[in-house]
């Protein structure tokens, strides 16, 4: 196989206009949606008969859709994937079905870096109108902990060090070496809920670790940032969180802290997700690429 019968984008890629182009010429008929389709329905129109489908992380591909969509032989994924219990497509019924499902890894990550530190300081400085404590603080001295060290974590756990903060972290498989290496400590999530005053979620897609529990343990006068697309906490436990005066909470978009809390005086939502500047979309577009190209080399052999 050469190239795909059919292609379908069935809502954006967050590829540049130039990539979209591109990818579409690995197949004889391409079809690229700008909005995002409202159901199961919809999203089997789109599809049709089609082998090739792209997506973002907006949309979800679920069983019923599969079921639906014989044809499909390859689903593309134009965003991150580090585990099918993540994912936005049901991995596991595609496999079943013969259909190669890929994704993309650390594509973004050096804007939520720099993303991270910018919300911060302004915070904890004061300079965006809003300012933690009662005089200006400095990133020197404080106890910050991560939650999830994986790529992003590293990174954020680094770069705070960078500025002399105590990095703590809990990760669900300890890593020694990274501790020795980078000046950082190991804790189970209470001590470090207790312990740090700014705590920063880098879970993948759909995992909530707090709850109403964990937030009692963090305790008051204490910032949140949660650096993935989905919240990492249960939504009405956050709310309840920040009725407190002097606890704060921070996300790059909106899906991050969930549509109820973005309104409240003391969270923080950006309104574009900061892994994809115009560099992160360049190197999202090329192992996006990657992987077509890989999928219809192994067909050729």
Not at 32 to 51: C, H, L, M, T, V
Not at 155 to 176: C, E, G, W
């Amino acid at each position: 196989m050469d190239r795909f019968e059919k292609m379908v984008a069935i809502e954006p890629t967050k590829l540049p206009p130039e990539w979209d182009q591109r990818l579409a010429g690995y197949a004889r008929a391409a079809e690229f949606y700008q909005d995002i389709p409202k159901g199961d329905s919809q999203i089997i129109q789109r599809i049709g008969n089609a082998e090739c489908v792209m997506l973002s992380y907006t949309t979800s591909i679920d069983r019923v859709v599969l079921n639906a969509c014989p044809k499909i032989r390859y689903i593309g994924m134009c965003c991150s994937l580090y585990a099918p219990e993540s994912a936005n497509v049901d991995i596991h019924s595609a496999n079943a079905k013969g259909i190669v499902v890929t994704g993309v890894r650390d594509y973004g990550d050096e804007g939520v870096k720099e993303y991270a530190v910018s919300e911060l300081v302004r915070l904890i400085h004061g300079r965006g109108g809003v300012m933690w404590k009662d005089e200006p603080t400095e990133l020197t001295g404080l106890n910050i902990g991560i939650v999830g060290l994986g790529t992003v974590g590293s990174m954020l756990a680094r770069t705070f060090q960078f500025f002399d903060a105590n990095v703590y972290y809990f990760s669900r498989t300890r890593k020694p070496a990274f501790e020795v290496i980078n000046n950082c400590t190991y804790l189970p999530l209470d001590e470090l809920l207790a312990k740090t005053e700014i705590l920063i979620t880098c879970l993948n897609k759909n995992v909530v670790l707090l709850g109403r529990r964990e937030f009692g343990l963090f305790g008051s006068g204490k910032i949140l940032m949660n650096t993935s697309i989905s919240p990492s906490h249960e939504i009405p436990a956050l709310r309840d969180w920040l009725q407190t005066s002097g606890n704060y909470a921070i996300s790059d978009t909106v899906a991050g802290l969930g549509e109820e809390i973005a309104s409240l005086p003391n969270a923080f939502c950006g309104s574009r997700s900061a892994g994809l500047t115009a560099l992160a979309k360049q190197r999202l577009a090329q192992k996006v690429i990657a992987n077509i190209e890989s999928f219809l080399a192994a067909s050729i052999e």
